[in-house]
């Protein structure tokens, strides 16, 4: 067991060390030269090469690379080259509120698709499964943004109830900032929904089948306690998995979605960074997203572990 | 399908059949009619949308702006008064053509590593499975945020990331799907003929596995489709006036409040062309019993 999480581990320092590389060799590679985006289309060649000088980009990439990791460590995450504010001080607030979002999506997410995915099972082959099921299909192929536009047209300006912007999650009054999060939240959720009930449903159908279950209808007992305590803890061993691959949707789906909401969080600043080429910020936010959906996998990884007792010999 | 339509279709050459075979099964689910009848709609659009455009659609001042659905405007105007209906019907060849690209690239090198890998197995397969497995940990999203941040948003480098992007995910698909027939008699027989290993794949595997890899054609497309639409919505990739439907939402946005058609046109029109694909490829699935539980995920 040990050894496994260590292999686990070791994966996570790989994938992350890969990210950072990937995000630092193509943001420091030709053509995008850091001194030209910094000094604009207008900067003569002197100028250009006394920043070069000044930040040391005359080095090697390697060279740099391992100074820029060391930095990052040391918790020197470097400048906004647009605004000239340190990194540190423009992701601090921004993550939290991210995290904060990301975490209740899945916490609305996880519940619902165990509810709609036993449903359904139970329903197997009805029109109320067949309905579910299409509806999941429909809602899986729309793009986060048009989830997110139906979701305001429909509790933003025919019932409006909410906000229609989530700025108000950065300054907004005590009520405010819990109304921000709504909308954004719920989009999030329906996107991630669909993927993990269809998950739900096979994982129920394929346990329901086993001996066991039979001999407790045999015994006598309530179909709902079958279900939710003989049956669903039985299958929501390959979810948990199917929960740390969502993770992947949840990282695009934030981005989208606080762009959409102008939510104030990573994503936003991240789509904004990336539009005006300001490398340190995206490097930064990358790598922090990034290391977050690692971090989630890992987790994945040992929750199934602990909970599949045939795995830790 | 009947006895007789079974004979008569295995008397004919094979490639057709297989075609007219497929067509027929996905026409027959109600489904499956739903989602043709919606790719045949956008595709006329495709074609023929410039010619049937009555405005210009980077015309400004077409109609009054801001103005709802009319006899002469019949999808109103936007904000700068141009005819939402000709920017919509201009605009639909943008929304396939990246992602077709992206999609056909992605699978021509990730297809082709794929087949290689299932179908060699040993320290090639061992080498490439390992391969897949850290590309695919890389969120999607995010690597192509990098890549555009760095090389800048020209369609080129939109084509050269979600192509670069989608090839692990296809290449894993087929391996799996690959594994599951490289051993059948087929495959022997063209290994004792003494044939090499890319025409086996593609003679003998690639045709036994056409429905996983259609299935699989379709879903990606769909996916590619939403990852464009969503890279143009957010400023990255395409620039106004351009008709592109993803840019359509996010310039008329604002103005949802005052004349929500604008908005709503193009949102549902992209939603409408992603959900046909997805009922195509679900159509196919049925069908055949292929297993897409990996597929799902983008």
């Known amino acids: 067991m040990v050894r496994f999480v260590m292999a686990r581990l070791g994966w996570a320092v790989v994938t992350i060390a890969l990210i950072s590389g990937v995000t630092f060799f193509a943001t420091n590679v030709v053509p995008s030269d850091p001194a030209k985006v910094a000094l604009g289309k207008f900067a003569t060649p002197e100028q250009v090469a006394a920043y070069r000088l000044q930040q040391g980009l005359d080095r090697p990439v390697a060279e740099r690379y391992v100074e820029w990791v060391g930095h990052l460590a040391e918790g020197n995450w470097g400048t906004s080259v647009l605004s000239n504010i340190k990194v540190t001080q423009l992701v601090q607030p921004r993550l939290g509120r991210t995290l904060i979002l990301g975490f209740g999506a899945m916490l609305i997410a996880v519940p619902l698709a165990f509810l709609v995915g036993v449903y359904a099972a139970q329903r197997t082959g009805k029109p109320s499964d067949v309905g579910l099921s299409l509806t999941a299909l429909f809602v899986n192929s729309l793009p986060e943004f048009v989830v997110a536009l139906g979701l305001l047209m429909l509790l933003g300006v025919k019932i409006p109830i909410l906000p229609i912007e989530s700025s108000g999650a950065a300054f907004g009054s005590d009520l ?24 739900v449903r096979a994982n129920v159908r394929d346990i329901s089948s ?53 939510f104030p969080g990573l994503g936003q600043l991240l789509v904004n960074s990336v539009s005006d080429k300001d490398i340190p910020v995206v490097q930064a936010i990358v790598l922090l997203i990034g290391a977050g959906y690692v971090l989630m996998n890992l987790l994945a990884d040992v929750a199934v572990l602990a909970l599949n007792p045939r795995l830790r010999t | 399908m009947s006895v007789a339509e079974t004979s008569a279709a295995a008397v004919g050459s094979r490639q057709p059949s297989r075609l007219v075979g497929l067509t027929s099964a996905v026409v027959g689910l109600a489904e499956g009619r739903i989602g043709v009848g919606i790719v045949l709609v956008f595709l006329v659009m495709v074609f023929f949308g410039p010619a049937l455009a009555p405005y210009g659609p980077t015309t400004i ?32 060849s943008s929304v396939v053509v ?37 590309l695919l940990s890389l969120p999607a999203l995010l690597v192509v945020l990098v890549v555009i941040a760095a090389f800048g948003s020209a369609t080129e480098i939109i084509v050269l990331s979600v192509a670069t992007v989608y090839t692990p995910r296809v290449a894993r698909v087929l391996r799996g799907a690959t594994q599951g027939v490289a051993t059948r008699e087929y495959v022997l027989a063209a290994q004792a003929r003494g044939e090499r290993a890319i025409p086996i794949v593609l003679r003998e595997v690639l045709p036994n596995i056409g429905p996983t890899v259609m299935v ?53 029109a992209i939603g409408a062309v992603s959900v046909a694909i997805g009922l195509i490829a679900d159509a196919i699935t049925r069908t055949f019993g292929v297993e897409q539980t990996s597929a799902l995920l983008r």
């Open chain 1, 176 to 199: 405010q900032v819990p109304l921000a999060y709504v909308l954004p939240m719920l989009t999030l959720a329906l996107v991630l929904t669909p993927y993990m009930a269809r998950m």
């Open chain 1, 210 to 262: 086993h001996p066991f279950v039979r001999s407790a209808v045999l015994r006598g007992l309530q179909p709902t306690r079958i279900m939710w305590r003989h049956i669903v803890p039985n299958a929501s061993l390959p979810v948990v998995n199917v929960i740390a691959l969502s993770t992947a949707e949840l990282v695009g789906g934030v981005v989208i979605t606080e762009s959409v909401f102008g």
């Open chain 2, 61 to 92: 001042g077409a109609g009054l702006a801001d103005v709802g659905p009319s006899t002469a405007h019949w999808l109103g105007t936007d904000d700068l008064g141009r005819d939402v209906y000709s920017r919509l019907l201009v605009g639909a």
């Open chain 2, 98 to 134: 990246t992602p077709l690209i992206a999609t056909t690239a992605a699978f021509i090198v990730g297809g082709l590593i794929g087949l290689l890998a299932g179908y060699l197995g040993g320290p090639f397969d061992t080498v490439v499975g390992r391969t897949l497995d850290v």
């Open chain 2, 216 to 268: 699989e054609f379709a879903i990606r497309l769909t996916y590619a489709i939403i990852f464009v639409t969503t890279l143009n919505f957010l400023g990255l990739g395409l620039h106004p006036p351009f008709p592109n439907w993803g840019l359509m939402v996010s310039e008329s946005r604002n103005t949802l409040l005052i004349n929500p058609i604008a908005t709503l046109a193009p949102t549902i």
